[in-house]
């Protein structure tokens, strides 16, 4: 089909185009194999240079033949007699001049030659810079990861019985910051997933809204959920005497009593084929969570704003203060 197109175009277009396009393919392609070293580059270079002096060649006899025409012979080299001997001329009406027959202007073989060199030049030139000149949004860097987008999905009964809860979707929206990576002391890092789920908290028969989100970078995972029961910071502290957790400070975020506090995560196996069930439920690396009520009286429900990463290292307690400094005044107030 191009080379149908191509044959369609005047010689003094076409030719041009082809001049420019193998010039410009060519030197690129040339300068790649140079820096790169690679000698099949190097080959196809030489091909387009090759075909590139070809065509210039043809042009340039073109133009001389154009220019030097040749004297019209006939097929035996003899001029007939009648054109040998001149011809009675028509004689123009007493009192008028004769009208010199308008010579027919041939069109600027240079003229179209040129202009068509300058109009593909100038493609060729846009096409090898435009990439350097112009913002470019894919310029190797890897894209963060985007929330996905949570239309269409039916949430459990207890969103809808619970005063302004938030969904998984919206909680992933608020924790994928552009500026999560550099809170965490990480700022040359790019999230690599994120999610978000509306579920309901585990032993509560679907009646309590427990929506979370999590972003994953390469050195940190955060994981931020809300859960809208009944349980003061107050009481979470106190069930904490009886727990395995470590580190526990208390203090107050936002205005809002808040805890910080150190547990290890689980790590599950889930095999998916043959047979198995996969291995048994086991210690995973340390994370650090700060739980901040979800308003200032502590009248029940908190957010749980968790890090941890696979290597076992922490980021300082700053970085989790200021997530939650960041995150949750982007999330509706809710009291219980």
Same mark, same amino acid.
């Given at each position: 089909?191009?080379?149908?197109?191509?044959?369609?175009?005047?010689? *003094?277009?076409?030719?041009?185009?082809?001049?420019?396009?193998?010039?410009?393919?060519? #030197?690129?392609?040339?300068?790649? +194999?140079?820096?790169?070293?690679? *000698?099949?580059? /190097?080959?196809?270079?030489?091909?387009?240079?090759?075909?590139?002096? #070809?065509?210039?060649?043809?042009?340039?006899?073109?133009?001389?033949?154009?220019? &030097?025409?040749?004297?019209?012979?006939?097929?035996?080299?003899?001029?007939?007699?009648?054109?040998?001997?001149?011809?009675?001329? !028509?004689?123009?009406?007493?009192?008028?001049? !004769?009208?010199? +027959?308008? @010579?027919?202007?041939?069109? &600027?073989? *240079?003229?179209?030659?040129?202009?068509?060199?300058?109009?593909? +030049?100038?493609?060729?030139?846009?096409? *090898?810079?435009?990439?350097?000149?112009?913002?470019?949004?894919?310029?190797?860097? $890897?894209?963060?990861?985007?929330? !996905?987008?949570?239309?269409?999905?039916?949430?459990?009964? +207890?969103?809808?019985?619970?005063?302004?809860?938030?969904?998984?979707?919206?909680?992933?929206?608020?924790? &994928?910051?552009? =500026?999560?990576?550099?809170?965490?002391?990480?700022?040359?890092?790019?999230? %690599?997933?994120?999610?978000?789920?509306?579920?309901?908290?585990?032993?509560? =028969?679907?009646?309590?809204?427990? $929506?979370?989100?999590?972003?994953?970078?390469?050195?940190?995972?955060?994981?931020?959920? /809300? %859960?809208? &029961?009944?349980? @003061?910071?107050?009481?979470?502290?106190?069930?904490?005497?009886?727990?395995?957790?470590?580190?526990?400070?208390?203090?107050?975020?936002?205005?809002? $009593? /808040?805890?910080?506090? @150190?547990?290890?995560?689980?790590?599950?196996?889930?095999?998916?084929?043959?047979?198995?069930?996969?291995?048994?439920?086991?210690?995973? !690396?340390?994370?650090?969570?700060?739980?901040?009520?979800?308003?200032?009286?502590?009248?029940?429900?908190?957010?749980?704003?968790?890090?941890?990463?696979?290597?076992?290292?922490?980021?300082?307690?700053?970085?989790?203060?200021?997530?939650?400094? %960041?995150?949750? $005044?982007?999330?509706?107030?809710?009291? #219980?």
């Amino acid at each position: 089909m191009l080379g149908f197109l191509l044959r369609l175009l005047p010689f *003094w277009v076409r030719e041009p185009l082809l001049i420019v396009v193998g010039s410009v393919f060519g #030197v690129r392609i040339m300068y790649l +194999a140079l820096r790169d070293g690679t *000698w099949v580059a /190097a080959a196809i270079g030489v091909a387009f240079l090759v075909f590139t002096a #070809v065509r210039v060649h043809t042009v340039v006899r073109a133009l001389r033949a154009r220019r &030097n025409p040749s004297p019209a012979a006939s097929a035996g080299g003899a001029v007939p007699d009648d054109a040998a001997r001149p011809q009675p001329q !028509p004689q123009a009406p007493a009192g008028r001049r !004769p009208t010199p +027959a308008a @010579s027919e202007k041939e069109p &600027n073989a *240079w003229g179209q030659a040129v202009a068509a060199v300058a109009v593909f +030049a100038a493609l060729g030139a846009a096409a *090898w810079l435009g990439p350097q000149l112009l913002p470019s949004g894919d310029d190797g860097t $890897p894209r963060a990861a985007s929330c !996905p987008s949570g239309e269409g999905e039916e949430l459990p009964s +207890a969103y809808k019985k619970t005063s302004r809860a938030v969904t998984g979707d919206e909680l992933c929206k608020a924790l &994928n910051r552009s =500026d999560l990576a550099q809170l965490l002391g990480t700022p040359g890092e790019t999230a %690599t997933v994120a999610s978000g789920t509306s579920d309901t908290a585990p032993l509560t =028969d679907g009646k309590v809204a427990q $929506p979370e989100a999590e972003v994953r970078f390469d050195t940190y995972t955060v994981n931020v959920s /809300a %859960t809208y &029961n009944r349980m @003061s910071i107050a009481q979470y502290v106190k069930l904490m005497e009886f727990g395995e957790e470590t580190d526990v400070r208390t203090l107050s975020v936002l205005g809002r $009593p /808040a805890v910080l506090f @150190s547990d290890h995560t689980m790590k599950i196996e889930i095999s998916l084929g043959g047979g198995g069930s996969g291995g048994p439920v086991e210690q995973g !690396p340390l994370a650090r969570t700060l739980t901040v009520a979800l308003d200032g009286k502590d009248r029940g429900g908190y957010y749980d704003i968790t890090v941890w990463s696979t290597s076992g290292t922490l980021p300082d307690d700053s970085a989790l203060l200021g997530i939650a400094e %960041t995150v949750l $005044p982007a999330l509706p107030d809710r009291t #219980v």
